[in-house]
């Protein structure tokens, strides 16, 4: 048995020294399934810090570095690269299945902590926020010859939150994913312009003001990360799907579908979505301008709330797994590791050790991904999933996935940047260490094929390729032909048995003008649905008009998934054109199927007043059908407010019927809506709570207009304008010492007072005054505060982290104290409050030294979306807590669980602060031995799940 090879990564860190005892003996490299076996192909030093990979036709592997990353929290001794971060080319020279050799591509000084590459061709796109760069090698010496920035404006630099891999699509076109790290303004090269931002900021070097609602070129509101698609020459940008969190890569496969996965809140809900066009996947609020917290319903789960599931125009959620941090995705879709795996769409998984598997089926109109299984993983599993065998030094837990990509010999390559922390925006790993693993079927030889694109038969056995863009290569060869290679795409079509192989010969031949879209005419009538749905997708693409021909009679007989297709592939067509064909997408919903919904409701976004006038008014409410009820849900319309008052006051209704008529009309932004639920929320009954809560939540946001004088029973903290006073008289230049002293120390009695004064030492306002401030921390009981005033006022003490980890461990001691110190701020199991994150699956991210180092240095490691904030009102009250919505209302979550919901114009000021909310060991008067405790109890709970 080999020995775990993963020890190295944090012997370097000093954290573990290497055991070669009975478990590392008795530990596979990493578990695959059955038939397949894993190797170490290439490790540092032929490479640092690996964040994206992809394969050349030649076969070898080309990787973005990291090294640079997030330099501004790194202590001192990170492995640095002076003249930027680099990307880099590893071979298998001789063939003895591991890489010999590397050499340097280009180290650049744009680029910092690159996250993606794609090699097509001798172009090589990487993305770098704020730019997509094309290096292009003209002479084939491995070394660029020209360099063009293809887009630039995207937000998140040096931040994991900001721009991803791009991937060319089966259409030609390329997809660029981005998280949230915004603000983005992207111009294209025809001056289209992309705008979008949302509520989060962090507190970086780089960051500017990340503002939401933005409008672009298009009239419509992006917001979060996005996937947008644009033409090879840099024209015809548009936004294919938004509102996302991070998710770290969009996979398109040949039949056109777009895969990813998508990080959570550290909350146990980060998903894998099959994302339609056109959606909205549901992180933020519509517009960007609050988090799920601040519209979280009562009664809602996390993860309900987390993808906003329960509102219309949302992108139904998909395979929700939990604790993670997703990374890279791709689909297998070639048979050489086994046709068992032909089609299995890959997602890795950092934070999770693990690279889930899914085999994506067709149900209704829709993927739902109900199948995952863990394919590669470094802990040994069961067909539930994970058996948490964990010790507090599980060396089985040392790998990190940051990406996953099919060989051009079919091989299977994962890139493991192994860190002990993940999704802490901050590097423990000293040295860059990583590895690529290289899956292969057991006991068979994968050849390398060689690859000439020079010929008409090379093309056509590159189209075959199972690399991504060795196949997208090939594709834009043969289009270049044109007619004279017809009849060779035109057989792989009708006689090849891989779907995938006709897939892309569909999009090859629909690229060739007339009589390439005429050939593939009758694959309309196909056998195989996702031929079908690949068949009117490339018509969209290439040939419209045609697809308008054929698209009434694909809605009058075509299965769920081409007609969920058509509604969104005909949504910016003219409404004369296309009525009737929508007629008949919408009779044939069957009320419940939750793809086809939300696809209607993209389609006809610009079009359903006028449906409804047409085909719904005259219909008695009572009457509604569950369809109409439902479509009505989806669209909300503001035409049917009277037919939806009629149906929330009908008592003859169910319930659950009454109340969905209630909640959509929460979301029409209308006087006649609000008068409707006003009216419900003054008549006793099942209704009426849920009226008023609506009331409440919307008085705050989008009906404020209307409800200026209803008087929600909200209130703002109590006012104290006597402490602005002592504040302006704290920075007058004219008040003398002995006054100014005077004021601080009335400030310090006070405990807002002494938030006001947090908040002058985070503007620098008392940066140079000689003041006696060693009061300012004494008295104070509030840990998240004194913590906060220490940072400015005072000084911080260190734990001795080595110490922690060389203490034995007690975990039911560390029970009662995570209940008495962490329960206040975190969830343990089913107890505790939802301030901080979830600590229920803490240690499906974390092994034991990391979780220690969090609780000894909470500052240095801030997840996003976790920055403290400090508020001040117009009254003198001051809030410390997390933002959670801003724009016309501020939404706060303070320290004490306590949301305040305050118009803007009651904002003084409002100052994200570079430290954490969570107090530290001193604020908490923990010892070294409470620490370790703590961790143990923790690590222990979690992985019995």
């Known amino acids: 048995m080999v020995k775990w090879p993963i020890c190295c990564s944090l012997l370097f860190l000093g954290i573990f020294s290497c055991n070669t005892g009975n478990q590392q003996e008795d530990q596979p490299l990493l578990f695959v399934p059955e038939g397949l076996e894993v190797s170490v192909w290439a490790e540092s030093p032929l490479f640092f810090n690996p964040t994206n990979m992809d394969v050349d036709a030649k076969g070898r592997v080309w990787v973005t570095e990291g090294v640079n990353y997030r330099d501004f929290r790194n202590a001192d001794g990170h492995k640095v690269q002076e003249k930027g971060d680099r990307v880099m080319i590893l071979e298998d020279t001789n063939g003895d299945g591991k890489a010999d050799a590397s050499k340097v591509f280009v180290q650049d000084t744009l680029l910092r902590s690159p996250l993606g590459i794609a090699v097509l061709g001798n172009q090589i796109v990487v993305s770098c926020s704020p730019n997509i760069i094309i290096y292009t090698d003209e002479d084939g010496d491995d070394i660029p010859d020209s360099k063009e920035v293809f887009l630039t404006g995207f937000g998140g630099k040096d931040h994991d939150h900001g721009l991803h891999a791009g991937q060319l699509g089966p259409d030609g076109k390329w997809y660029f994913i981005t998280g949230n790290a915004g603000p983005h303004k992207v111009e294209g090269k025809d001056g289209w312009t992309l705008r979008s931002g949302s509520v989060y900021n962090e507190f970086t070097p780089y960051s500017t003001e990340n503002v939401p609602s933005q409008i672009s070129d298009d009239g419509k509101i992006y917001n979060g990360g996005l996937v947008i698609r644009i033409n090879p020459d840099g024209t015809g940008m548009e936004v294919v799907s938004h509102n996302f969190r991070n998710s770290f890569e969009v996979a398109v496969d040949s039949y056109g579908n777009m895969w990813q996965s998508d990080n959570d809140d550290q909350t146990a809900s980060c998903r894998t979505t099959w994302l339609m066009e056109g959606s909205n996947a549901g992180y933020f609020s519509e517009k960007g301008n609050r988090t799920w917290q601040a519209d979280r319903r009562p009664g809602q789960t996390i993860a309900e709330a987390h993808w906003h599931q329960h509102d219309p125009g949302v992108l139904p959620v998909g395979d929700v797994y939990g604790a993670g941090s997703p990374t890279g995705m791709v689909r297998i879709e070639g048979d050489e590791l086994g046709e068992q795996f032909r089609g299995l769409l890959l997602s890795a998984d950092a934070g999770r050790n693990i690279v889930f598997g899914y085999t994506p089926e067709v149900i209704g109109a829709g993927y739902p991904l109900q199948n995952r299984k863990a394919f590669v993983s470094s802990v040994d599993q069961d067909n539930t999933g994970y058996i948490w065998h964990q010790v507090e030094e599980d060396t089985r837990k040392w790998f990190r996935p940051s990406d996953v990509t099919v060989g051009t010999d079919g091989s299977l390559f994962i890139a493991d940047w192994y860190d002990p922390i993940v999704g802490g925006h901050q590097m423990r790993d000293t040295v860059g260490e990583g590895k690529i693993y290289r899956i292969v079927p057991k006991g068979k030889t994968l050849t390398l094929p060689k690859i000439d694109y020079s010929t008409t038969e090379g093309q056509l056995a590159a189209l075959k390729n199972p690399a991504v863009h060795v196949r997208a290569f090939a594709m834009q060869k043969l289009k270049e032909q044109g007619a004279a290679v017809l009849p060779e795409l035109e057989s792989m079509v009708k006689n090849e048995d891989n779907p995938f192989f006709r897939a892309r010969a569909i999009w090859t031949l629909a690229g060739m003008g007339a009589q390439g879209i005429h050939s593939i005419l009758p694959l309309l009538k196909d056998a195989n649905q996702e031929i079908v749905l690949t068949t009117a997708r490339a018509l969209s693409a290439n040939g419209p008009e045609r697809l308008l021909v054929e698209a009434l009679k694909l809605s009058k007989n075509g299965l769920p998934l081409i007609r969920r297709e058509l509604a969104l592939l005909l949504r910016e067509e003219d409404w004369g054109k296309t009525s009737e064909i929508y007629k008949e997408l919408i009779k044939a919903y069957d009320g419940t199927n939750p793809w086809y919904r939300n696809a209607l409701g993209i389609g006809m976004k610009d079009n359903t007043e006028t449906y409804y006038r047409d085909n719904i008014a005259a219909i008695d409410p009572a009457k509604w059908s569950p369809q109409i009820a439902s479509l009505i849900w989806e669209w909300h319309p503001k035409a049917a407010i009277p037919a939806l008052r009629a149906r929330l006051e009908n008592e003859a209704l169910t319930t659950d019927e009454r109340d969905l008529a209630l909640e959509t009309l929460a979301f029409i932004f209308e006087k006649e809506a609000v008068e409707a639920v006003k009216k419900a929320a003054e008549k006793e009954g099942a209704l009426q709570e849920k009226a008023q809560w609506w009331l409440q939540f919307r008085k705050y946001n989008e009906w404020s207009a209307f409800l200026q004088d209803w008087e929600a029973p909200i209130v703002l903290p109590d006012a104290q304008p006597n402490l602005l006073a002592l504040k302006a008289q704290l920075k007058d230049s004219l008040t003398n010492n002995e006054q100014k002293q005077l004021a601080l120390a009335q ?199």
Do not use: W
């Open 747 to 945: 400030l310090v009695e006070n405990p807002s007072g002494r938030l006001h004064l947090a908040l002058m030492g985070a503007e620098g306002a008392l940066k140079d005054s000689n003041l006696d401030f060693s009061a300012v921390t004494q008295g104070e009981k509030r840990p998240s505060v004194l913590k906060v005033l220490r940072h400015y006022f005072g000084s911080e003490k260190a734990i001795d982290e080595e110490g922690v980890l060389s203490l034995s461990k007690d975990p039911v001691a560390g029970k009662v104290k995570a209940i008495q110190n962490c329960a206040t701020c975190h969830k343990i199991e089913s107890s505790g409050n939802e301030i901080g994150p979830d600590l229920s699956q803490i240690g499906h991210k974390m092994d034991y030294p990391t979780l220690v180092n969090a609780i000894v240095q909470p500052d240095a490691a801030i997840g996003f979306g976790s920055e403290a904030y400090l508020i001040a009102l117009n009254n003198g009250a001051v809030l410390l807590g997390l933002l959670q919505a801003a724009g016309p209302v501020v939404t706060m979550l303070d320290f004490q669980g306590q949301r305040h919901i305050i118009p803007a114009e009651e904002v003084l000021t409002r100052k994200p602060l570079p430290i954490s909310l969570m107090p530290g060991p001193e604020e908490m008067d923990l010892k070294a031995q409470d620490i370790a405790d703590i961790a143990a109890f923790l690590i222990q709970s979690n992985t019995s799940n």
